[in-house]
C-alpha cells in the first residue's frame, strides 16, 4: 500500500480571478482599476494565457503573491460617490477573504484594497 500524497497547486491566475469577481460583486465597487502596474501585469499575464491557448481570467487590478501556501492580495478598485469608501473597502476584504478560502482551501493571510478612485453620480 502506497503513503504517497497528492500535491496541488493553485496558480496566482487562479487565485486572482477569483478575488476579482468576489471583489466586483461586492455592493459599492463600480469597477476594478488595473493601475500601471497592473496593466503590465495584467498584459503579461493575458498574453501568456493566449499563447497557450486559454482565455484569460478577467483579474484585472488584482495582484497576488502565495508564500508557503498563505496568499497576499492586493486589489485597486473605484467606488460609487453614493457608498462610504471605507465601508466599501472593508467589505471587499471580508468578502474576498471568505471567497478565495472557500474557493481554494488558501488561507488569506492579507488583503490590501487601494479605492483609486470615486465615481460621481449621474445627474
Wanted: aromatic share 4%; glycine share 8%.
Amino acid at each position: 500500500m502506497s503513503t504517497e500524497s497528492a500535491h496541488y497547486v493553485i496558480a496566482d491566475p487562479v487565485i486572482a480571478g477569483v478575488a476579482a469577481w468576489a471583489a466586483i460583486t461586492t455592493p459599492g465597487v463600480v469597477r476594478l482599476e488595473p493601475g500601471l502596474r497592473g496593466l503590465v501585469t495584467a498584459w503579461t499575464r493575458a498574453a501568456r494565457q493566449r499563447w497557450k491557448g486559454l482565455d484569460p481570467a478577467p483579474a484585472d487590478g488584482v495582484r497576488v503573491r502565495t508564500t508557503d501556501g498563505r496568499v497576499t492580495i492586493q486589489i485597486d478598485l473605484v467606488t460609487a460617490a453614493a457608498d462610504q469608501a471605507a465601508a466599501v473597502g472593508r467589505a471587499v476584504q471580508r468578502a474576498v477573504t471568505r471567497f478565495v478560502a472557500e474557493q481554494t482551501g488558501l488561507v488569506v493571510a492579507e488583503v490590501t484594497v487601494s479605492i483609486l478612485d470615486i465615481e460621481p453620480e449621474a445627474r
